[in-house]
């Protein structure tokens, strides 16, 4: 009952976590499952390690001495990282392009960073002088340019939101006060935060860099209270990393810590974000997508731009395999529910999905047999079995007489995510 639509037109929040954590989260992200993920911005330049470049090379004590060895070897002696700025140039960002890529992918929602730790905001924030995506770099709004395009792909749009900057002076100054004052989130993150949302009516604000200072210093219940009740999107989605100790307490889905793979099902909806790794989407990635899903989690693909604006060969790719599998097989996970069992460890895993009065099995592997046994689903003289992309019936027989099923397959086609999946109809 927690995830049905929510009566946010009438409800009013307070500012405590009390009150917010009970809004319903709006139901178009439940549904959604899958999203991608944009990381794009000044760190796209030295595109060195991760995002976190900045950080890792003039931050933390001691540097990391492959970031201090890359900027020596490729730059000259003295270069800031604002340098890198006019480099972040986009010349060949089409945000049409990317949005059907997107669609192609399967996703329902986009996030992109409107501004990482860095503090360069990628939409022209009066907040944030020259250090903006319209004062310099490729002087355009990228935020804007690309909700658009989303948007008329019928995705739904959201932007990635950093609390704390690094190296910005008042943050530097409220930290040396132990966050007794308040002078960053007055005087730059809240007006620049109230603004990006007014301007751009994001539909999931995805929060992060939170964590060194209390929900108190950030104003979190305060703004979130404004976001639920008076904001313009009242259908607005939030995450969890709202202050030290909040996350996967307090908020809207939950994220928890980065690497979040719950066992078993949560009580509380959850997101999957995935950081860009090496392994091969078609074995591992989709794994993940299924169980998450099967979980009641969303999956949150991320993708990382170049500078000069392109997606790589490679994550396109990726991305239209994940889309067209999800053509065939998008039934049994969109829109789709846990069901009372996640997984059963048959001759393969298979977990478990259903919608309406279909149950699906997930089959993450190829049974080694042309047959698979299912214990959990509880058969009817009715029960039809289907493979997702045919419509043929296919036979099967009881193992007990009120509990299991032993299908008889027929030979798996090829899949790009090599991911079968089974409908159940007139089991329970
Ligand atoms: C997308 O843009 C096209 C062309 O401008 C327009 O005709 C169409 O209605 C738009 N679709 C949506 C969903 O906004
Ligand atoms: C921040 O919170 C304080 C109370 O803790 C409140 O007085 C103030 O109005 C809030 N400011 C904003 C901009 O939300
Ligand atoms: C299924 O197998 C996996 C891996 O072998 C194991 O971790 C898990 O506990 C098993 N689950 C059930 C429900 O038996």
Redesign the pocket.
């Known amino acids: 009952p927690v995830w049905t639509p929510g009566h946010c037109h009438t409800a009013r929040y307070t500012a405590d976590w009390k009150s917010l954590d009970a809004r319903p989260l709006p139901a178009w992200y439940d549904e959604a499952k899958v999203g991608i993920f944009v990381h794009w911005g000044v760190f796209s330049v030295p595109g060195f390690g991760s995002e976190w470049f900045w950080w890792h090379w003039q931050g933390e004590q001691p540097p990391d001495s492959k970031c201090v060895k890359f900027m020596s070897k490729n730059y000259p002696p003295g270069f800031s990282y604002p340098e890198f700025a006019p480099n972040f140039n986009a010349e060949f960002f089409n945000p049409g392009d990317w949005a059907d890529i997107f669609k192609a992918s399967g996703a329902k929602y986009v996030v992109l960073t409107a501004k990482h730790h860095e503090g360069f905001t990628t939409w022209g924030s009066p907040n944030s002088w020259n250090w903006n995506s319209v004062d310099t770099g490729p002087h355009r709004d990228l935020v804007g340019d690309l909700g658009e395009a989303v948007?008329?792909?019928?995705l739904h749009y959201g932007l990635y939101n950093s609390l704390y900057e690094w190296f910005h002076p008042l943050y530097l100054l409220d930290k040396k006060n132990r966050f007794r004052t308040q002078e960053f989130v007055m005087h730059k993150l809240l007006p620049e935060l109230y603004n990006m949302v007014v301007r751009y009516k994001p539909e999931v604000i995805w929060s992060d860099g939170d964590w060194e200072a209390p929900d108190t210093y950030w104003n979190s219940t305060q703004f979130l209270a404004w976001l639920y009740n008076d904001s313009p999107v009242k259908v607005i989605v939030t995450n969890d990393r709202w202050g030290a100790g909040c996350a996967c307490k307090h908020g809207g889905y939950f994220n928890c810590e980065d690497k979040f793979t719950p066992g078993k099902l949560p009580k509380h909806k959850w997101e999957k974000c995935t950081s860009v790794d090496k392994f091969s989407w078609g074995y591992r990635r989709n794994m993940k997508l299924l169980r998450t899903v099967a979980l009641g989690g969303n999956y949150l693909l991320n993708v990382g731009p170049t500078p000069d604006g392109m997606i790589p060969a490679v994550f396109e790719e990726r991305l239209r395999g994940v889309g067209a599998w999800l053509k065939i097989n998008g039934e049994a996970i969109y829109a789709s529910k846990p069901w009372r069992i996640q997984i059963e460890n048959s001759t393969v895993p298979v977990w478990y999905t259903f919608q309406g009065s279909s149950v699906f099995a997930i089959m993450t592997t190829k049974p080694p047999k042309p047959t698979v046994q299912l214990m959990e689903p509880k058969t009817s003289p009715t029960t039809t079995v289907t493979l997702l992309g045919s419509q043929k019936p296919l036979p099967w027989s009881p193992v007990n007489p009120n509990a299991g099923l032993t299908i008889l397959l027929p030979e798996l086609p090829y899949t790009p995510g090599q991911a079968w999946i089974l409908k159940l109809d007139g089991v329970h």
């Open positions: 948007r008329n792909r019928s």
